[in-house]
């Protein structure tokens, strides 16, 4: 009997290939990825299209570790936004931990990224959407209403991407213009309040001129209560959304064209779920000197830890807001010769926080708010000339931004009305340096600047070679105020250059099956730290970080049903930029930003599909890291040698089975399940055995039903079906541990999607 999948009736993206290897088949691989484009056949070897190189090339021929996850998968496994991708991609992990907002992502890969969302900090990780750098992590926890694939490659990408791609880079690559000439309405409905629509539509208004747009929203109840305070703003862990997209295409000649894109989030949204254990070394004996935890008891701390105690209104509460614009003009300038043009304008507000006690207590709370604006322009030059092709380009962006955070309370140093918690005991009494609310101001604004230049050359029809050169140079102007520093702002300046480079080799070991090697060299650059609390002379620049990655790996076809990927890989890393965050010192939690000598991780990553019969496709995905510190330097403290990077875990793994029933009328019934693992983790790059992150394992499965004209369906889903709840993100204090707690919980529900044609 055979079966047509959903996908591939509506014209879209047919088959899922999630590269990648069942550790308990053999290691028997599958593939991550849906077809993007029309399937070539060429060979018997599916051909997934990526664009990793910032050239149109099959997946199996990339000679790079690259994960395409389609929008057949993205409905398969019910993924709404990119925390969830973080799921099922090997050594990908993403964390939301900032200030408690939901539309923060903390991208890891291979144990390279960051925690941390302030303007003075950059990512290890590069997110993009359709070729945008976004230079925030605040607001990159995008919705996937309108998504054609998101590709994650995984190792230093210092040549085609450039700054700050240690880790590697995730591409959101958008459906385009006059892609399809269809319209879709989707809606969901299930429990926790759950209600969300989406509505797409893509046409060709003339032979020449083409839209499409997407409206998007979405709520969900939260999971908790702020149950100290008389009227909340939210609940905690609610959520609520609204987005949409703009883009039309021209098409002015056969040669050239332009596409103009617009798009905008409005999340208001309960703050993430956050609790606090006590350790067991907390003190018993307290007294001043112990800072905020002098008056702190078990017994004020909600049982529910999914509540928050706090009386501090409107901290339970989190706000992102953010627009983008950009403008793509591509040229064919010759038979052999393409240029594109990608100019764009983001920016992105913030309001969040944490009341780090979590109790009714004003003993440590930080509201918190953040802005950031940036522009960017790039000039690529792309050409084919009989056996070599190359890409090049010249890159500019410009980021000014700033983050604020006050009036807040770090007792007894910062104290409101200059009272001890008792509400009578000035705190000058036995702090005389102390009392008054807390505050900090930070700005900076960075221009970076790059040239680039990436070839490939086929030696012989199985035998390719290629290698690739960057320029990077940025300009950081930073200036702070914190309570430290005496009533002075402090300006700093600083500036950070590289030259990164890659050469690789691939080699076509039969029709199917491909082998590649390649030597990368990554750069992130340079900065100044978060929370210099301890004084002006803690807001110095650490220095920019570099890698040296060693991989080869393996792709094609194995079998005539499975489909391979994997990937071995090891990174050296010189200078590493490594914070944690002590609490002790000061009037503030001092985050340190330290160049922790030499770091190393090695692993390997298998992927693929496995078609078991024509009717059930297995795809899996098996990541394994062994990542820690090598050397540290003599004036580095709190790191130590051995530690783990934070948020590292050792292992991941993805299964997601697919079975396809056609009925005898031609009606289609599929089912799909998905399972997930992330092993245990440390909380910082400093260990401490209470910020061990325990693993997770997630469940989740839809049944789909589609008759057979294809134009619509309906489908029962369940999302993190044994509700597993699990940490973000751990930071050990003064006696206890503060910990921001998972808030993508069990969810069952009903998505109903129809399709129109328009003509």
């Known amino acids: 009997m055979s079966v047509i999948s959903p996908s591939l009736r509506n014209g879209l993206p047919a088959r899922a290939s999630l590269l990648a290897a069942v550790i308990a088949a053999l290691l028997s691989p599958t593939a991550l990825a849906q077809e993007t484009e029309q399937e070539v056949k060429e060979t018997d070897v599916e051909k997934v299209l990526v664009t990793a190189r910032k050239r149109t090339e099959s997946i199996y021929e ?82 996937l209403p309108n998504i054609q ?76 209560e702020a149950v100290n305070l008389t009227n909340p703003e939210k609940e905690i862990g609610e959520e609520q959304e609204y987005s949409g997209r703009v883009a039309a295409k021209y098409q002015f000649t056969n040669d050239f064209s332009v596409t103009a894109a617009f798009d905008f989030v409005e999340n208001e949204s309960g703050q993430s779920p956050y609790t606090i254990e006590f350790t067991d070394d907390r003190p018993t004996n307290f007294s001043i000197n112990d800072g905020e935890f002098y008056l702190l008891d078990p017994s ?151 040239a680039y230049a990436n070839v490939s050359y086929s030696l012989t029809e199985k035998l390719s070679v290629g290698g690739g050169l960057r320029y990077s140079r940025d300009e950081k102007e930073a200036n702070a105020l914190f309570p430290s520093f005496g009533g002075e702002r402090a300006y700093r300046e600083a500036d950070f250059s590289e030259v990164t480079w890659d050469v690789n080799t691939a080699y076509k070991l039969s029709r199917d099956m491909n082998v590649y090697a390649t030597i990368q060299k990554g750069y992130q650059t340079g900065g100044f730290p978060p929370r210099p609390f301890g004084g002006p002379q803690q807001f110095v620049s650490f220095d920019e970080t570099t890698a040296i990655n060693y991989e080869m790996g393996l792709k094609g076809k194995v079998a005539d049903r499975v489909s391979f990927m994997a990937a071995l890989f090891h990174t050296e890393y010189t200078d590493l930029a490594l914070p944690y965050s002590d609490p002790q010192s000061g009037g503030g939690f001092v985050t340190i930003v330290e160049n922790a000598g030499k770091s190393e991780a ?9 078609d078991i019969s024509d009717n059930f496709i297995l795809r899996t995905a098996v990541g394994y890291l062994d990542a820690e510190i090598a050397e540290v330097d ?14 590292t875990p050792r292992w991941t793994v993805m299964i997601a089975p697919s079975y396809f029933i056609e009925l005898e009328n031609g009606d289609l019934v599929t089912l799909n399940a998905d399972y997930s693992f992330r092993g245990e983790m440390q909380g910082q790059s400093s260990f401490n055995e209470y910020e ?32 597993e709840i699990y940490d973000q993100g751990r930071l050990a204090q003064n006696g206890y541990v503060g910990i921001v707690r998972s808030n993508d919980r069990s969810e069952f529900g009903l998505r109903f999607t129809k399709t129109f044609d328009l003509y």
């Open 62 to 143: 990339t000679p790079t570790a690259v994960s395409s996850i389609g929008e057949g998968l993205i409905d398969d496994t019910n993924v709404t936004n990119l925390d969830d991708v973080g799921k099922y991609v090997p050594n990908l992990n993403i964390s939301r931990y900032g200030v408690g907002n939901t539309g923060h992502a903390s991208v890891f890969i291979r144990g390279i990224g960051l925690q941390d969302h302030i303007i003075t900090t950059d990512p290890g990780v590069g997110v993009y959407l359709d070729g945008v750098y976004l230079g925030r992590q605040m607001g990159a926890n995008m919705s």
């Open 149 to 224: 694939r998101v590709e994650v490659l995984r190792g230093p990408q210092g040549t085609l991407y450039g700054r700050n791609t240690l880790g590697g880079a995730v591409n959101i690559i958008t459906k385009q213009p006059g892609d399809q000439d269809i319209a879709t309405v989707s809606a969901r409905v299930g429990t926790r309040g759950r209600l969300a629509t989406d509505v797409y539509v893509n046409s060709d208004i003339t032979d020449d001129f083409s839209v499409s747009a997407t409206g998007s929203f979405k709520r969900r109840d939260g999971v908790g």
């Open 300 to 450: 004020l701390i909600p049982d529910d830890p999914d509540d928050l105690g706090t009386t501090v209104a409107g901290i339970e509460s989190t706000e992102y807001s953010g627009w983008g614009a950009a403008v793509t003009a591509q040229w064919a300038a010759s038979r052999n010769i393409d240029v594109k043009i990608i100019a764009s304008t983001r920016s992105s507000e913030y309001e969040g926080g944490l009341d780090d006690d979590a109790s009714p207590l004003n003993l440590s709370e930080f509201p918190e708010t953040g802005e950031a604006d940036q522009s960017s322009l790039e000039l690529q030059v792309n050409g084919a000339y009989e056996n070599f092709d190359f890409v090049s380009g010249l890159y500019y962006f410009n980021e000014d931004g700033n983050t604020k955070s006050g009036p807040w309370v770090f007792s007894p140093f910062n104290v409101p009305d200059g009272l001890l918690n008792d509400g009578v005991t000035p705190v000058t009494d036995v702090c005389g340096f102390c009392g008054g609310y807390g505050y900090f101001d930070l700005e900076q604004e960075t221009n970076a600047y790059a």
């Open 602 to 610: 090695q692993g390997i990553e298998l992927e693929g599909t496995i």
């Open 634 to 647: 003599e004036n580095v403290i709190g790191i130590g040698e051995g530690d783990s990077p934070a948020l």
């Open 692 to 723: 061990m992150i325990d693993s997770r394992e997630m469940v989740g499965f839809s049944v789909v039903y589609e008759p057979a004209a294809g134009d619509w369906s309906v489908s029962l889903y369940g999302k993190n079906v044994l509700n």
